[in-house]
């Protein structure tokens, strides 16, 4: 099984299509070992968790 590793996190503020960045970095780049991912920050529904993974 392979392991997946963080590279990178950082917190934006968050906007309507922020979703679309991450959505094509992943299917843009999906033969390269990046993988992007965005999630709510739990303790500011104003910001967005953007984080760079490798597996």
């Known amino acids: 099984m392979n392991n997946i590793e ?3 996190i950082v917190k934006v ?3 309507k299509d922020l979703y679309k960045i ?3 970095l ?3 780049l ?3 070992y990046p993988m992007y991912g965005m999630a709510w920050d739990e303790s500011d ?3 967005a968790v ?3 993974y490798c597996a």
């Open 45 to 47: 529904e104003n910001q």
């Open 26 to 28: 992943n299917r843009t």
């Open 22 to 24: 991450v959505d094509l």
């Open 30 to 32: 999906k033969k390269e």
């Open 13 to 15: 503020e968050y906007f």
């Open 6 to 8: 963080t590279l990178s």
């Open 50 to 52: 953007f984080t760079i």
